[in-house]
């Protein structure tokens, strides 16, 4: 069971700016919010964790960042009609794996309707004995359930990182208005003269 700091959060109150009417009233159309929210490109993660009988389970999402670095959070929107969203909130553990730019076929996997998304896909279980893909990942995080938020048709889940792996030789698969995209990798040379100290947007 997920324990007080990973119960539902929720403002209290009407949303701001609310005018006395429904928000999804006064919201754009389905279609309109597809083509906005798809213009914006993302990375692609598989997330994973094990279900009441500890088999492995996992979904494709494009709605992953990172929140904080102290406390260390990362943050997914999860479909709250998702069979894996009962699976992460049960076991209140769970792996995100950062895909590979060669790794489109373990999002057309995992986000499709097989049984069994493991068969045939490499992977080890790591922590608590979350599973973690073994190809086909440039990064690969452990989160603890940390808080969740109802947001709409989507529960956002905040990750509390504690543990992790990132290969810096590998590019990530993008994803941009319906179809996966290419990454323009660095060279090494670029990625020896990058520093490491650069801040992140959500920085500056």
Do not use: K
């Not at 009441?52 to 997914?76: E, F, N, Q, Y």
């Not at 060669?102 to 057309?108: C, E, K, P, R």
Request: aromatic share 4%.
């Amino acid at each position: 069971m997920a324990s007080a700091a990973a119960t539902s959060s929720a403002a209290s109150g009407p949303p701001v700016g609310a005018r006395g009417q429904d928000p999804a009233a006064r919201g754009v159309g389905a279609d309109h919010f597809r083509a906005l929210a798809g213009s914006l490109p993302t990375g692609v993660c598989v997330l994973t964790t094990l279900d009441a009988a500890g088999r492995p389970v996992g979904m494709t999402s494009g709605a992953v960042c990172g929140l904080s670095r102290v406390p260390p959070l990362l943050l997914a929107c999860l479909d709250t009609t998702s069979r894996t969203l009962g699976a992460l909130l049960q076991r209140a553990t769970f792996g995100v794996n950062i895909l590979a730019a060669d790794a489109a076929w373990l999002s057309d996997r995992f986000a499709g309707d097989a049984p069994d998304r493991f068969a045939g896909v490499p992977w080890t279980p790591g922590p608590h004995g979350i599973p973690i893909l073994t190809e086909g990942v440039v990064a690969h995080a452990i989160c603890e359930v940390y808080r969740t938020v109802h947001a709409g048709d989507h529960l956002i889940v905040l990750g509390l990182i504690t543990d992790g792996e990132h290969h810096p030789d590998a590019d990530p698969l993008l994803y941009h208005r319906h179809h996966y995209s290419g990454f323009q990798p660095h060279s090494s040379a670029e990625r020896s003269r990058t520093p490491r100290d650069t801040p992140h947007p959500a920085t500056i």
